[in-house]
């Protein structure tokens, strides 16, 4: 198992940057995909990025494609959202998940099994 506890949320204008960070804890962290998601009031909660046990791999929800980087640092155990030219519509609770890694990088698919409590985002118009 793993534990994960994000943190950087906080309020930012619109155009503004934040960075979110995901400390992992009490297993091999790279052994996981991770994957940062978000969800709105009233909307379903996406995944807006994930990226693969050795960092080389990633992937972005269109609406956050060119605006947000995932990183990780395995020595570090930490998971990492660099969110930049934010927009009203990322405000949410953004949440870092973790997936026991498979031999193909399928991010999408199967079930997150380690979460985050979340941290809020809020962007100001």
């Known amino acids: 198992q793993v534990q994960l506890v994000e943190s950087g949320g906080g309020l930012v204008q619109a155009g503004g940057s934040l960075r979110l960070s995901c400390e992992g804890s009490g297993s091999t962290f790279s052994s996981y995909t991770l994957g940062w998601f978000r969800q709105a009031p009233g909307k379903e909660r996406e995944l807006a990025a994930a990226?693969?046990?050795?960092?080389?791999?990633?992937y972005y929800a269109d609406s956050v494609k060119g605006r947000f980087t995932i990183s990780r640092n395995n020595a570090k155990n930490t998971l990492y959202l660099q969110m930049n030219s934010l927009k009203p519509e990322d405000t949410a609770v953004y949440y870092c998940?973790?997936?026991?890694?498979?031999?193909?990088?399928?991010?999408?698919?199967?079930?997150?099994?380690?979460w985050g409590q979340g941290t809020q985002v809020i962007v100001s118009s």
């Open positions: 990226i693969n046990k050795i960092g080389i791999r990633t």
């Open positions: 998940a973790a997936k026991q890694a498979m031999l193909l990088f399928t991010p999408t698919t199967g079930t997150y099994d380690y």
